[in-house]
């Protein structure tokens, strides 16, 4: 598939591990960096630009991959301008979902090592599959997620450190397995996230690290479509939430506005199911992923035949991978033993605009939104990093 212009790959261009570019995962550790976290290495090489900065505030905009920014700047002109001057493409990581992504932010690390390696995995040993943002304790978030977080790191080092968000999500699973560390502060909405976030920063004394996070664009990319007209009130309300950081930043601090990953609206044609489709149900024993991304757990001794069914129905829709291969790609990192049976023995990856619903047996909604993301696409793991001085 050909490049955009300036170079930048095409939308549906499948992109792998060795794509060039700084990675989310490297977001904290040079935040650390910057603030004198002993130890730190700075791999987006913020020292340079943000030298003398002592309060660091990083926001995720859930939604927001790189591509697209040029729908939102029409909507978005603080995003805009930023677009145009002080931002940079990251490499979100695979599976391109929030849960991954926001562990892989809070760690540093990449998904093999941390565990939360997809939306839905199953947990090794059951017949039962974990949704990660419906995580409370079971199973422990310290033994699901061993590695320590940035926050921690951060906060052993002497760094003053919050946690910004939705007011539900605070001792969630998810949230203890990215952002333990961070004294939690909830709150709903652009203004009241801006006003947290602010506040957080000028109450430190010393070095300061803030991180905060807005879900509504992505909500209203899945419920609507991107580009559709509720996405670019939410996109106008992310706007907001920006110029009001921006203007609010103390003159020792600096902000950084990143993403989990992008969205593709999926057409109704491009829609397999496999509920409803025998040859995809036969030898499966659990399904798990999401609709882009599919891990299939299957019965014993069926992983040819599985394999063989699936590349037949899909053909070109998809690439369906056995786990070892997934692995050996590289996406993963490395992953430890107890960590590799939460990835499917069969890995189906969607192509271009398709993808693999469950009707029945995932939560009703799941199958009729109009966004989704996960898989390989440049439009699905591509985010923007801002880096703005107060």
């Known amino acids: 598939m050909t490049a955009e212009p300036g170079g930048r790959p095409a939308p549906l261009e499948i992109l792998g591990p060795d794509h060039g570019g700084g990675r989310l995962a490297e977001v904290l550790p040079s935040a650390l960096a910057v603030l004198g976290v002993p130890g730190s290495t700075d791999p987006l090489g913020l020292r340079p630009a943000l030298a003398g900065v002592r309060r660091i505030a990083v926001l995720l905009v859930d939604g927001l991959g790189w591509y697209q920014l040029p729908t939102a700047a029409p909507y978005a002109p603080t995003l805009a301008g930023l677009a145009a001057t ?69 906060r052993a080092a002497g760094v003053t450190t919050t946690v910004v968000s939705r007011p539900e999500f605070g001792g969630s699973g998810l949230t203890v397995a990215a952002n333990r560390g961070g004294d939690f502060r909830g709150a709903v909405g652009g203004d009241a996230v801006a006003t947290a976030m602010l506040a957080a920063l000028a109450a430190g004394t010393g070095p300061t690290l803030v991180s905060g996070y807005h879900a509504d664009l992505d909500r209203h990319g899945h419920l609507s479509g991107v580009d559709s007209a509720p996405w670019r009130v939410a996109a106008t309300e992310v706007d907001a939430l920006v110029a009001r950081l921006v203007d609010g930043l103390p003159p020792d601090a600096a902000l950084l506005v990143t993403a989990d990953h992008g969205q593709l609206d999926i057409p109704a044609a491009h829609r397999f199911d496999l509920d409803i489709d025998p040859r995809l149900r036969a030898g499966v024993r659990l399904v798990a992923g999401e609709a882009r991304v599919r891990y299939l757990h299957v019965e014993p001794g069926a992983v040819d035949d599985v394999r063989a069914a699936w590349s037949e129905v899909l053909g070109a829709a998809a690439r369906v991978r056995t786990r070892d291969e997934v692995v050996a790609t590289g996406w993963f990192g490395p992953v430890p033993e107890e960590h590799l049976g939460r990835i499917g023995d069969v890995v189906v990856i969607c192509n271009d605009t398709y993808a693999v619903m469950a009707s029945r047996t995932e939560r009703p909604m799941a199958s009729k939104l109009m966004a989704y993301h996960g898989s390989d696409t440049a439009a699905e793991l591509t985010v923007p990093l801002l880096v703005v001085r107060g």
């Open 86 to 154: 002080v931002a940079r493409p990251l490499i979100a990581g695979f599976p391109s979902t929030t849960p991954t992504s926001l562990v892989s932010l809070g760690t540093g690390v990449a998904p093999g090592a941390h565990g939360v390696l997809g939306f839905t995995v199953r947990v090794p040993g059951t017949d039962r599959v974990l949704t990660h943002t419906d995580w409370a304790a079971d199973p422990s978030p310290l033994r699901w997620q061993p590695v320590s977080t940035q926050l921690e790191r951060a």
